[in-house]
């Protein structure tokens, strides 16, 4: 314990407000404004971590949102938050933290033993170890030690706020040049909105201010994600964005550069100037640049002792060289910290002169090996950087739309970033994840030529730091390893968030119900009279009506049995509803259907399919064509909302055609009345138009009143049942569904639900994609090879299916299947093919009550050549044999739609 608070000084504190915290089961005492990080360090603690491989000792070794070592749980009451650096936290009184990846305790961790085994622990050892005889057998284990901090075993009792915030001029971050950059904007008539991570900003008229908030993103037209304190999330629009981030400091590989008490040369002065904070009585300041001298300067005149600064250059301006004499600094130039000495903290140094090496006690070191511009949003943004010879570092360049670059100007530095002659397996450039030169260089002699590689490989810069200190460093090693020239490799990409988030603040108010607001059908109160009983599918719908203690198989059995012998009602009302119009209307549709639209009749309907550029079916549905110009989409409920996205997609920024796209599915409710005796609860409802299949045949459209009500109706069916979509404004919804039950009655009319109406189309061999299909199901897996070869035109997706493996004979395709034994077929259960491996699986399954047996299909390997045969159904260790049947088990001929 060597750390300890300074009598005077300290900006940032009020010595007359005393805070009691505990970490790892002890209690200290700390003070008003304070850090956890400045408070341990002012009670002498500077054991605060373990390193995620090696559990090797880890101390603080910055000041701000770089912090790699010092990560903690932090608990208050039932609320636990894992891998928070310490130097984020704003001490608060009763506050509670405990160090993370150490049992049985953070001094005795049984796991340091892998230090000692550290050549077992190289670059990629998990790529190259437990693979034999099978990963499954050490998969538990490494699942065990993965990950740093505990995830909370209870819901998060935090309670976040989300706020939608425009303005003209965004500037992040509040230093002189970000503090300048909104003041003359404020005064040029602006609305401006300054965010930075600190506190005690200067007010500015004219300036909204956010302390304590952090940029976490910044994306395309000025969006920008902020976070204040941890709990409160901004979702920023900004006509421009000034980025205005500063500097963050890195530093230099030398062996033994991770033991605690060893310091960036920058932080320490922070914590000196802000928290009147020492990390100990006897330092030695280690550098290559002139700020790293001034840090050490600033700290020996607030009366920490600083013994030496050693610098790898052989000169430095004498104004410092003299201050530094003045506070008696011994000063050693053209010279490197070979290694750091001592057991569980620094202890002493050694010195490798132009002279041959001496060695130094010492109970601190403070290192600055350069300084890089913080343009981690520079290059979230898209910004490119640029090599800079005189900083070593890679420096923004280029220009990115709305968003410009107000960084400080590089800071001269000598290049070096590794200290020779050392030992290179302790020379760490990832503290976090342990990652050292010695793994870089096995990367490098493995062949790893791309930063991005040497990242995933060696995971340089993956912690929770994001490679703020380690992913320069570590591109300028490789570099040298391989032989490449400065500034030939960057910096590994950056991804947000800028600092650690939690997944409650980023969800914020959208939690519980409000994740995803339930959406109730127009009629729900209906449903809700009638019995339903309801369940998510995307709309809170019905799942069956239970009468009498049914449950919902049973429900689901009878209702499909009336549909099948009567008739039933359904709501429909989820089904898509795209108007799509104007004079490229048909050609529009033509390249987006692997039909033709442009083909169809007014008045009538064709079924269709769109695929994405993979041929790879997206949806189903079918297209009626109202008017020439005018057509009506009707996708799958589950797939209407991104219908339209795809459309607007298409017409935006592919196909820039004269067509007009509206969603309407929400104006309108659906009442699918299907059965045999459908048509004629229709005419008691007094139709304006003829019903009869002549003037109103399957698959056609016609508007007109019902009940007199103006009224929309389509004559398609996913039942195979004669059917009838009835459209009607949603505010009416309940008074048609009330007239069409009054008028179903003597027909012996049910309602029927999402479980009665599966049974239906299963039987029926009709698709759900999404169930019946998966990601790699194109049209002629389920028998729709036809149209596409009568089709000349293009359209989306058309030339994957052209590739071979489109072509391969041994596709899964689409096929029914039949238990031996009548029974139902497990729903994911999989076909065993003669290798023993999965030739394919079953899609969706049901008890048909009108054929008396289960009903099944399934994707099976050349299904289609294969019909009759008698396969093996594999699940959770029980087994059934099925026939390969077509898909279609009930009314084969499709009579019963003109019933």
Same mark, same amino acid.
């Given at each position: 314990?060597?750390?300890?608070?300074?009598?005077?000084?300290?900006?940032?504190?009020?010595?007359?407000?005393?805070?009691?915290?505990?970490?790892?089961?002890?209690?200290?005492?700390?003070?008003?404004?304070?850090?956890?990080?400045?408070?341990?360090?002012?009670?002498?603690?500077?054991?605060?971590?373990?390193?995620?491989?090696?559990?090797?000792?880890?101390?603080?070794?910055?000041? %701000?949102?770089? /912090? $790699?070592?010092?990560?903690?749980?932090? /608990?208050?009451?039932?609320?636990?938050?894992p891998n928070v650096q310490a130097t984020m936290i704003a001490l608060e009184e009763g506050l509670v933290a405990r160090s993370i990846n150490a049992w049985p305790s953070l001094t005795w961790d049984i796991a340091g033993v892998n230090d000692r085994l550290r050549g077992l622990f190289s670059a990629g050892f998990y790529y190259k170890t437990f693979m034999w005889p099978d990963w499954?057998?050490?998969?538990?284990?490494?699942? !065990?030690?993965?990950?740093?901090?505990?995830?909370?075993?209870?819901?998060?009792?935090?309670?976040?706020?989300?706020?939608?915030?425009?303005?003209?001029?965004?500037?992040?971050?509040?230093?002189?040049?970000?503090?300048?950059?909104?003041?003359?904007?404020?005064?040029?008539?602006?609305?401006?909105?300054?965010?930075?991570?600190?506190?005690?900003?200067?007010?500015?008229?004219?300036?909204?201010?956010?302390?304590?908030?952090?940029?976490?993103?910044?994306?395309?037209?000025?969006?920008?994600?902020?976070?204040?304190?941890?709990?409160?999330?901004?979702?920023?629009?900004?006509?421009?964005?000034?980025?205005?981030? %500063?500097?963050?400091?890195?530093? +230099?590989?030398?062996?033994?550069?991770?033991?605690?008490?060893?310091?960036?040369?920058?932080?320490?002065?922070?914590?000196?100037?802000?928290?009147?904070?020492?990390?100990?009585?006897?330092?030695?300041?280690?550098?290559?640049?002139?700020?790293?001298?001034?840090?050490?300067?600033?700290?020996?005149?607030?009366?920490?002792?600083?013994?030496?600064?050693?610098?790898?250059?052989?000169?430095?301006? #004498?104004?410092?060289?003299?201050?530094?004499?003045?506070?008696?600094?011994?000063?050693?130039?053209? @010279?490197?910290?070979?290694?750091?000495?001592?057991?569980?903290?620094?202890?002493?140094?050694?010195?490798?002169?132009?002279?041959?090496?001496?060695?130094?006690?010492?109970?601190?070191?403070?290192?600055?090996?350069?300084?890089?511009?913080? @343009?981690?949003?520079?290059?979230?943004?898209?910004?490119?950087?640029?090599?800079? /010879?005189?900083?070593?570092?890679?420096?923004?360049?280029?220009?990115?739309?709305?968003?410009?670059?107000?960084?400080?100007?590089?800071?001269?530095?000598?290049?070096?970033?590794?200290?020779?002659?050392?030992?290179?397996?302790?020379?760490?450039?990832?503290?976090?994840?342990?990652?050292?030169?010695?793994?870089?260089?096995?990367?490098?002699?493995?062949?790893?030529?791309?930063?991005?590689?040497?990242?995933?490989?060696?995971?340089? %810069?993956?912690?929770?730091?994001?490679?703020?200190?380690? @992913?320069?460093?570590?591109?300028?090693?490789?570099?040298?390893?391989? =032989?490449?020239?400065? =500034? $030939?490799?960057?910096?590994?990409?950056?991804?947000?968030?800028?600092?650690?988030?939690?997944?409650?603040?980023?969800?914020?108010?959208?939690?519980?119900? !409000?994740?995803? #607001?339930?959406?109730?059908?127009?009629?729900?109160?209906?449903?809700?009279?009638?019995?339903?009983?309801?369940?998510?599918?995307?709309?809170?719908? #019905?799942?069956?009506?239970?009468?009498?203690?049914?449950?919902?198989?049973?429900?689901?059995?009878?209702?499909?049995?009336?549909?099948?012998?009567?008739?039933?009602?359904?709501?429909?009302?989820?089904?898509?509803?795209?108007?799509?119009?104007?004079?490229?209307?048909?050609?529009?549709?033509?390249?987006?259907?692997?039909?033709?639209?442009? $083909?169809?009749?007014?008045?009538?309907?064709?079924? =269709?399919?769109?695929?994405?550029?993979?041929?790879?079916?997206?949806?189903?549905?079918?297209?009626?064509?109202?008017?020439?110009?005018?057509?009506?989409?009707?996708?799958?409920?589950?797939?209407?909302?991104?219908?339209?996205?795809?459309?607007?997609?298409?017409?935006?920024?592919?196909?820039?055609?004269?067509?007009?796209?509206?969603?309407?599915?929400?104006?309108?409710?659906?009442?699918?009345?299907?059965?045999?005796?459908?048509?004629?609860?229709?005419?008691?409802?007094?139709? @304006?138009?003829?019903?009869?299949?002549?003037?109103?045949?399957?698959?056609?459209?016609?508007?007109?009143?019902?009940?007199?009500?103006?009224? !929309?109706?389509?004559?398609?069916?996913?039942?195979?049942?004669?059917?009838?979509?009835?459209?009607?404004?949603?505010?009416?919804?309940?008074?048609?569904?009330?007239?069409?039950?009054?008028?179903?009655?003597?027909?012996?009319?049910?309602?029927?639900?999402?479980?009665?109406?599966?049974?239906?189309?299963?039987?029926?061999?009709?698709?759900?994609?999404?169930?019946?299909?998966?990601?790699?199901?194109?049209?002629?897996?389920?028998?729709?090879?036809?149209?596409?070869?009568?089709?000349?035109?293009?359209?989306?997706?058309?030339?994957?299916?052209?590739?071979?493996?489109?072509?391969?004979?041994?596709?899964?395709?689409?096929?029914?299947? $039949?238990?031996?034994? %009548?029974?139902?077929?497990?729903?994911?259960?999989?076909?065993?093919?003669?290798?023993?491996?999965?030739?394919?699986?079953?899609?969706?399954?049901?008890?048909?009550?009108?054929?008396?047996?289960?009903?099944?299909?399934?994707?099976?390997?050349?299904?289609?050549?294969?019909?009759?045969?008698?396969?093996? +159904?594999?699940?959770?260790?029980?087994?059934?044999?099925? !026939?390969?049947?077509?898909?279609?088990?009930?009314?084969?001929?499709?009579?019963?739609?003109?019933?």
């Amino acid at each position: 314990m060597t750390g300890y608070r300074l009598s005077h000084g300290g900006g940032r504190i009020d010595r007359g407000q005393s805070i009691d915290f505990s970490f790892n089961g002890k209690r200290y005492a700390g003070l008003a404004g304070d850090t956890l990080a400045s408070a341990l360090l002012a009670n002498g603690v500077q054991l605060v971590g373990r390193s995620f491989k090696l559990h090797r000792p880890r101390g603080i070794m910055g000041v %701000g949102c770089e /912090e $790699t070592n010092a990560l903690v749980q932090l /608990e208050h009451g039932l609320s636990s938050i894992p891998n928070v650096q310490a130097t984020m936290i704003a001490l608060e009184e009763g506050l509670v933290a405990r160090s993370i990846n150490a049992w049985p305790s953070l001094t005795w961790d049984i796991a340091g033993v892998n230090d000692r085994l550290r050549g077992l622990f190289s670059a990629g050892f998990y790529y190259k170890t437990f693979m034999w005889p099978d990963w499954h057998w050490f998969e538990w284990l490494i699942r !065990r030690a993965a990950g740093l901090g505990k995830v909370p075993v209870v819901p998060d009792p935090q309670r976040y706020e989300a706020r939608h915030v425009e303005c003209d001029l965004l500037v992040i971050g509040g230093g002189r040049r970000g503090l300048a950059a909104a003041a003359q904007a404020a005064r040029d008539g602006k609305s401006v909105l300054l965010v930075d991570l600190d506190q005690g900003l200067p007010s500015l008229e004219g300036v909204r201010t956010f302390e304590k908030t952090a940029a976490l993103g910044v994306w395309d037209h000025g969006f920008v994600l902020a976070a204040s304190e941890g709990r409160v999330l901004h979702r920023i629009r900004a006509e421009q964005i000034i980025l205005a981030t %500063g500097k963050q400091e890195r530093g +230099i590989a030398f062996a033994n550069n991770d033991l605690p008490g060893i310091m960036l040369a920058g932080a320490i002065g922070r914590y000196v100037a802000d928290y009147a904070v020492a990390p100990g009585r006897s330092g030695i300041f280690f550098v290559n640049n002139d700020l790293g001298w001034r840090s050490a300067i600033e700290a020996a005149q607030c009366g920490v002792g600083v013994r030496a600064i050693v610098d790898a250059r052989p000169q430095v301006l #004498p104004e410092l060289a003299d201050r530094a004499r003045a506070h008696g600094i011994d000063l050693f130039f053209s @010279s490197l910290v070979r290694s750091a000495h001592g057991r569980g903290r620094v202890t002493g140094v050694t010195i490798e002169k132009p002279d041959g090496l001496s060695r130094l006690a010492c109970d601190f070191v403070g290192v600055s090996g350069g300084w890089n511009p913080a @343009s981690q949003l520079w290059t979230m943004a898209g910004g490119q950087t640029k090599f800079n /010879e005189r900083s070593q570092s890679f420096q923004p360049d280029g220009l990115v739309a709305n968003v410009e670059w107000a960084g400080p100007e590089p800071i001269e530095a000598e290049p070096i970033w590794t200290v020779h002659g050392g030992d290179e397996k302790t020379m760490f450039v990832d503290f976090q994840t342990d990652v050292t030169v010695a793994d870089i260089k096995l990367a490098a002699r493995e062949n790893y030529r791309s930063v991005e590689h040497l990242k995933r490989y060696t995971v340089l %810069g993956m912690g929770v730091d994001q490679g703020k200190l380690s @992913s320069v460093p570590g591109a300028m090693i490789l570099a040298e390893a391989i =032989g490449a020239e400065p =500034g $030939t490799l960057s910096a590994s990409k950056v991804r947000p968030p800028f600092v650690p988030t939690a997944f409650g603040l980023i969800g914020a108010d959208l939690r519980g119900e !409000r994740f995803r #607001p339930r959406r109730y059908l127009p009629a729900h109160e209906w449903h809700v009279r009638e019995g339903a009983v309801f369940e998510d599918f995307g709309w809170e719908r #019905p799942a069956a009506y239970p009468v009498g203690g049914e449950d919902i198989q049973a429900a689901a059995e009878r209702e499909a049995a009336a549909v099948r012998s009567g008739v039933g009602l359904f709501d429909g009302s989820p089904l898509g509803k795209i108007l799509v119009a104007g004079p490229e209307a048909a050609a529009f549709l033509d390249r987006v259907y692997v039909g033709t639209p442009s $083909t169809l009749k007014p008045g009538r309907i064709r079924y =269709g399919l769109v695929l994405n550029e993979n041929g790879t079916i997206l949806d189903d549905g079918v297209y009626a064509r109202l008017q020439d110009g005018s057509f009506l989409l009707s996708p799958s409920s589950a797939f209407a909302d991104r219908m339209v996205r795809l459309l607007e997609d298409l017409l935006q920024c592919e196909w820039p055609m004269d067509v007009v796209v509206q969603d309407v599915t929400e104006q309108y409710a659906v009442w699918t009345v299907a059965g045999p005796n459908a048509r004629n609860v229709l005419e008691a409802l007094r139709p @304006s138009f003829d019903l009869s299949s002549e003037r109103f045949p399957h698959l056609s459209v016609r508007e007109g009143q019902l009940d007199g009500s103006e009224v !929309r109706i389509q004559r398609v069916s996913f039942s195979g049942e004669l059917s009838y979509e009835i459209q009607v404004p949603a505010g009416q919804a309940v008074q048609m569904g009330d007239a069409l039950m009054a008028a179903g009655k003597p027909y012996g009319l049910v309602p029927y639900g999402i479980e009665a109406l599966e049974i239906l189309r299963i039987e029926k061999g009709y698709i759900h994609v999404g169930t019946d299909t998966d990601s790699e199901t194109q049209p002629g897996d389920i028998g729709f090879g036809g149209a596409i070869a009568k089709k000349q035109s293009d359209f989306l997706g058309r030339r994957a299916l052209t590739r071979r493996s489109s072509l391969s004979p041994y596709r899964k395709q689409l096929v029914g299947l $039949t238990s031996l034994c %009548g029974g139902i077929l497990p729903v994911g259960g999989h076909v065993r093919a003669p290798s023993g491996q999965s030739g394919g699986f079953v899609t969706s399954s049901q008890f048909s009550p009108v054929l008396g047996r289960g009903v099944a299909l399934g994707l099976v390997e050349q299904g289609q050549r294969r019909l009759g045969e008698i396969v093996e +159904i594999v699940s959770l260790g029980r087994s059934w044999q099925a !026939r390969i049947s077509e898909t279609v088990a009930y009314d084969r001929e499709g009579g019963r739609l003109d019933t």
